[in-house]
C-alpha cells in the first residue's frame, strides 16, 4: 500500500532561516506526491505537486521540493521563512481510485 | 476563479441528531471526495464519487451516508451523531480521478461540533 511519512510533527524556525519539511513516501509504483498547507481553521490549500516530469518542482510562495527516488523522499523547503508561513504542512500521496493519503502533518512555527 | 463551496461552515448539533453537509464542487469537476480531519488529526478519507456513482469509500462509518446529485454536488448525511463525530469536514473535488496528477482541490471545510 502506498503511503507517506512526515518526520518532526513541530519544526521551529526563525524568521529568514532555511525551512526544511521531511517526506518519505512508500509506494510500489511511480508515486504522484503533493503537499498542502493548511492556517488555521482553513481548508487545505495546494502548494505543489510531484507528477513524474521534474524532479525538482517549484510551489507558490517560495516553497520547492525535490523527488529523490533513490531516497523516497520528497521533502518541502523554502530558503527563507516567513512568520506568514507558520501554519500545518502536509505531504500526501494520490493512490489508484484518485483518492489523497495524507502524512500526520508538520507544524512549522516561525520565531521572529 | 471558482473553488469548493461547502455548507455550513459551522455546526452544532447534541448527541444522537442527524447532520447533513454540503458540497458544491468547482464547476466540470467530475469527482468529489469527503475527508474528516479530528482535532489535531491528518485528514481521514471518508467516501468518493465519479460521476454521480460511488467510486470508493474509507473509514466512513455505517451511521453516514453520502451522495452526489445530478449537478455533481454532493452531501454527506450524518445520524446518531456521538461527541466523536466532532470534526473539520472537508469535501474535494477534481476532474478526471483516473489522472493522478490533476490536482484535488478542498474546500474550506464544515466544522461539526457535537454536544
Redesign the interface.
Known sequence: AQSVTQLGSHVSVSEGALVLLRCNYSSSVPP?L?W?VQYPN?????LL?Y??AATLVKGINGFEAEFKKSETSFHLTKPSAHMSDAAEY?CAV????????????TELSVKP | AAGVIQSPRHLIKEKRETATLKCYPIPRHDTVYWYQQGPGQDPQFLISFYEKMQSDKGSIPDRFSAQQFSDYHSELNMSSLELGDSALYFCASTTSSRDRGNTIYFGEGSWLTVV
Open positions: 504522484y503533493f498542502y482553513q481548508g487545505l490549500q495546494l505537486k507528477t513524474s502536509f494520490r493512490v489508484r481510485g484518485g483518492k489523497l493519503i495524507f502524512g500526520q502533518g
